[in-house]
């Protein structure tokens, strides 16, 4: 794919900034369609859960980069995965750490 044969840090924050959001969408998406075919309800699954799944998604674009030597890129998605993943730490701290 064209999309991961760029290097550059801006590219790799922009994609770090919307794969997780992109994800999410897509994921909540598949949910509803989900429970409405099956008439079970999948809407269920925590906020939490749905998003920590969407951080994990940038792995996803991580690994494209890093098959391809983008390093500038590979260093630019890790800024914003490390963001989301502190504002999912502090957002969720007191189902984590019991507090």
């Given at each position: 794919?064209?999309?991961?044969?760029?290097?550059?840090?801006?590219?790799?924050?922009?994609?770090?900034?919307?794969?997780?959001?992109?994800?999410?969408?897509?994921?909540?998406?598949?949910?509803y369609v989900l429970s409405i075919a099956v008439n079970e309800n999948y809407n269920d699954w925590r906020l939490r859960t749905i998003s920590l799944i969407a951080i994990c998604a940038n792995f996803i674009p991580f690994q494209m980069h890093k098959r391809n030597y983008n390093?500038?890129?590979?260093?630019?998605?890790?800024?914003?995965?490390?963001?989301?993943?502190?504002?999912?730490?502090?957002?969720?701290?007191q189902f984590i750490f019991g507090e």
């Amino acid at each position: 794919m064209r999309l991961f044969e760029k290097d550059s840090f801006l590219h790799g924050v922009l994609t770090g900034i919307a794969f997780p959001l992109i994800s999410f969408g897509l994921i909540k998406g598949i949910l509803y369609v989900l429970s409405i075919a099956v008439n079970e309800n999948y809407n269920d699954w925590r906020l939490r859960t749905i998003s920590l799944i969407a951080i994990c998604a940038n792995f996803i674009p991580f690994q494209m980069h890093k098959r391809n030597y983008n390093d500038e890129s590979m260093r630019g998605l890790t800024i914003p995965t490390l963001l989301f993943g502190i504002a999912w730490v502090i957002t969720y701290r007191q189902f984590i750490f019991g507090e």
